[in-house]
């Protein structure tokens, strides 16, 4: 007859029925992006359910977000109904937790126990690098925290390092002290890091069998996604619970002292162990760096003898053209499988190249682009925009408000959200507009500097009293009638606050030099101790935020280059509209922003990849690491591998960050990329010939709402006959670095494009210098000496 669970097969390929209805101990899927291995893993479930083999309570399914975990449920319930309810659909570290939560007190810990994030971490063991004056021998909080991390995901113990290491060494001796100090305080603190969670359940079911048994007994069917991203606990992990039932009881001693040995539990049904789905592509591992390692998929055989293994090679997500990129790009991987992905659907349109003059010009063309999307019958709710740093998204947040497009990032907070942003921002109302008692109060205590409530109903009720703003109450601290401590904490602010006018808004008549907003700002956030108060602050993400103060430094630098004569006050008008437009959602949803790294396993119909630009990816912190430059080829070809219909690379000729402007390099993917499959919008070689970057960069800022026509880019430039048409399908330049081209005035050189010409100045320095050139027919332009496709003749 039938089978029951007959109607979840339909619409599968032949390998992937297989995979749903494949019953043994093991099962091993491998497949490239896109090709159903989640919704294999899906039906498995639910076939499972269906067939009655299992109980919810029975089954353990595991996903590498809470997202998808999510999905995974309730695309389950849709199969099967209520039946879904009471299966544990999870992360790693979710279902660890619910585990500790029940088996704490086995082992000296109590269920209220508190997880660490890695700031909170990172703050505890800075004390204690500080306390044993480690950095005296080269360990600084961040190296040591990795370090630790990784022996975790290792499951080795400052004990078990300790016997390896060379403790002649003295720096070996501070690190393991470091270490032992360090989990002894967690334990004192009743609290688990992210590394424990999974180390201390593998050590829980390692050191009570009884404990482990009463799990194995329970999850008779244990599925993981993404198992290539599965570092050496989480496999223990798996391998503790996929262990015969009663396999860790010691053995039995008969009459006569000899050992009897048990029967194979494999053949006692009462103790069979749990059947093992795992599914996994070796090319999108992106987490070597957290510990997570490929073998694991590659030696699965190997671990469980006679695993069944499928693979799979249709992908059902993305068009021929997307799928023949993303292959020409990880086959320049060497040590991997070749598999080549295909699929049914057709070329479909080819991908669209675009290089900006800087990052907004880049943000502007992706926020007209999703206009034109949407215009085209794309939901923004199926529009995403990847990035390969977090602090890539702050342009992008820009531009998108003043463009009205709505927007959710995920996975983080929005830049203007963030509340180091909005103290620092009122730090500058405070100086700008002395009569918002708002701002001022926002930041009275910020840094703490124990001013209190009641303080400041004291310093309101004096202003009230004199008929004077809250602002000139702070001068006056000595009247305020509060205690001397307080007098200094409010002199000091006050001092700080008239400083920090001075150099911002000098007297009338006097013009204040175009950085004074970012001197200014950096003034606030030094003298106010703001800054310093992170650094030492054992709150979480101390590190992180810094990282964004220095952003927003570096906005303030460009608004000075594209506003010579701009004041505070016009600062602020210009990034509090970016803060107060917020909240633009409507009922089509919002374009999700992300990482890469965030981005697996998702899918969307139109998917732009950001900052293709050496350096970002890949990453610069990757050049040094053994295999670091493939595993940014892995995280490129994931973020590729996302599109369904629409895929847009872009990246920008210069970019600002962490406070300083750089020259960026189109990124080497993208000459991995066949030529054929993208049409160049603007290609990195017509960005350079146009010059005026300036002029271009402010056009940018200034911009308002979205363009209503194709042509924004450069048309107040270029003359028409060589605008877009003319330079449509031109593949990128060879990445080109004329870094150490000697230049001076009265050099001729020739211009790919411009022809010849006579170079009249050269301004700037290092990466920056730029060519004055009279060319004889193009006439004036100025060219970006390190990347123009210039020689000298
Ligand atoms: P990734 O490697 O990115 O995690 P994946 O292998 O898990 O991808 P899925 O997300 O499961 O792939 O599937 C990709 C897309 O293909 C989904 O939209 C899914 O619904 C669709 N799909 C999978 N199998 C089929 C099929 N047999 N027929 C039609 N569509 C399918
Ligand atoms: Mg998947």
Not at 669 to 678: G, S
Request: glycine residues 8%; negative net charge; contains cysteine.
């Amino acid at each position: 007859g039938a089978r029951p669970d007959e109607d979840l097969l339909v619409g599968l390929n032949p390998p992937q029925r297989e995979a749903v209805i494949y019953r043994g101990p093991a099962l091993l899927i491998i497949a490239g992006a896109g090709s159903g291995k989640t919704s294999v893993l899906t039906r498995r479930v639910a076939s499972l359910l269906r067939t009655k083999e299992a109980w919810p309570s029975q089954i353990l399914a595991i996903t590498f977000t809470n997202k998808a975990a999510g999905e995974m449920r309730e695309r389950v319930a849709q199969l099967v109904g209520d039946r879904a309810q009471g299966m544990w659909i999870s992360t790693f570290h979710s279902a660890c937790v619910r585990i500790l939560r029940r088996e704490a007190e086995q082992f000296g810990f109590t269920k209220s126990f508190t997880i660490y994030d890695s700031g909170d971490s990172r703050a505890l063991i800075k004390r204690l690098v500080k306390e044993h004056e480690a950095d005296a021998f080269g360990l600084t909080p961040a190296s040591t925290q990795s370090r630790i991390s990784k022996l975790k995901n290792e499951l080795s113990d400052a004990e078990s390092y300790a016997r390896s290491a060379n403790m002649n060494d003295p720096a070996e001796r501070k690190f393991v002290d470091v270490f032992t100090d360090y989990q002894r305080a967690l334990q004192r603190a009743n609290a688990f890091d992210f590394d424990d969670l999974i180390g201390q359940t593998v050590y829980l079911f390692r050191a009570f069998p009884q404990v482990a048994d009463t799990y194995r007994r329970r999850f008779r069917h244990i599925l993981v996604d993404e198992y290539q991203d599965t570092n050496h606990a989480q496999y223990a992990l798996i391998h503790e619970l996929t262990r015969p039932i009663g396999s860790d009881a010691p053995p039995i001693a008969a009459g006569g002292g000899m050992m009897i040995f048990e029967p194979d539990p494999a053949d006692d049904p009462d103790r069979a162990p749990a059947s093992l789905t795992v599914v996994g592509d070796s090319d999108q591992s992106i987490y070597a760096f957290r510990g997570a390692d490929i073998r694991n998929i590659s030696e699965f055989e190997r671990d469980y003898p006679g695993a069944k293994v499928v693979l799979l090679e249709q992908n059902y997500r993305s068009t021929q053209n997307i799928l023949s990129a993303a292959n020409a790009v990880i086959g320049n991987n060497f040590d991997r499988k070749d598999k080549k992905l295909w699929t049914d659907v057709g070329a479909g349109e080819k991908i669209v190249g675009f290089t900006g003059y800087s990052q907004h010009d880049e943000a502007q063309f992706v926020a007209d682009e999703v206009d034109t999307l949407r215009r085209g019958g794309i939901d923004y709710s199926q529009i995403a925009v990847f990035y390969r740093t977090n602090s890539q998204s702050r342009a992008l947040e820009e531009i998108f408000i003043r463009s009205a497009v709505p927007y959710k990032i995920m996975g983080g907070t929005k830049f203007y959200e963030r509340a180091e942003i909005k103290d620092a921002l009122a730090y500058l109302v405070a100086v700008s507009n002395p009569a918002d008692e708002m701002a001022l109060r926002r930041i009275i205590n910020r840094p703490r500097r124990g001013i209190g409530d009641v303080t400041v109903e004291a310093i309101s009720r004096y202003a009230a009293n004199e008929q004077i703003t809250f602002r000139d109450a702070l001068a006056n601290a000595s009247a305020l009638g509060v205690g001397p401590k307080m007098q200094a904490a409010i002199a000091h602010l006050d001092a700080v606050l008239a400083e920090a006018t001075d150099v911002m808004l000098p007297a009338t008549g006097e013009l204040a030099p175009p950085t004074a907003v970012a001197d200014g700002l950096q003034l606030l956030l030094a003298k106010t101790g703001y800054t310093d108060a992170l650094r030492a602050s054992r709150d979480a993400q101390d590190e992180a935020r810094v990282e964004n103060l220095d952003e927003l430094v570096a906005v303030a630098r460009e608004f000075a280059r594209n506003n010579p004569e701009g004041t505070v006050i016009d600062f602020l008008a210009e990034v509090q509209l970016v803060s107060d437009a917020d909240d633009l959602e409507d009922a089509s949803g919002s374009v999700s922003l992300m990482t890469m790294h965030t981005a697996k396993g998702l899918e969307y119909d139109a998917v732009f990849v950001t900052g293709v630009e050496e350096d970002l990816i890949p990453h610069r912190i990757s050049a040094g690491e053994p295999g670091g430059p493939q595993e940014e080829r892995r995280l490129f070809y994931v973020g590729i591998t996302r599109a369904r219909k629409r895929l847009y690379l872009s990246l920008a000729m210069t970019r600002a960050q962490f406070g300083e402007i750089s020259v960026a390099m189109p990124s080497r993917f993208l000459q991995e990329i066949p030529t054929d499959l993208i049409h160049w919008r603007q290609s990195p070689g017509d960005v350079n010939s146009r010059g005026g970057m300036q002029s271009r960069a402010l056009n940018a800022r200034r911009s308002g709402g979205p363009s209503s026509s194709g042509t924004r880019y450069g048309d107040d430039l270029v003359p028409k006959s060589t605008s877009i048409d003319r330079f449509a399908n031109r593949i990128p330049a060879k990445v080109r670095d004329n870094g150490d081209l000697q230049l001076a005035s009265g050099d001729r050189i020739k211009h790919d494009d411009f022809g010849e010409g006579r170079v009249d100045a050269v301004t700037g320095e290092g990466a920056k210098r730029v060519a004055h050139v009279r060319f004889d027919t193009a006439g004036p332009k100025k060219l970006l000496i390190k990347i123009a496709p210039i020689e000298k003749i």
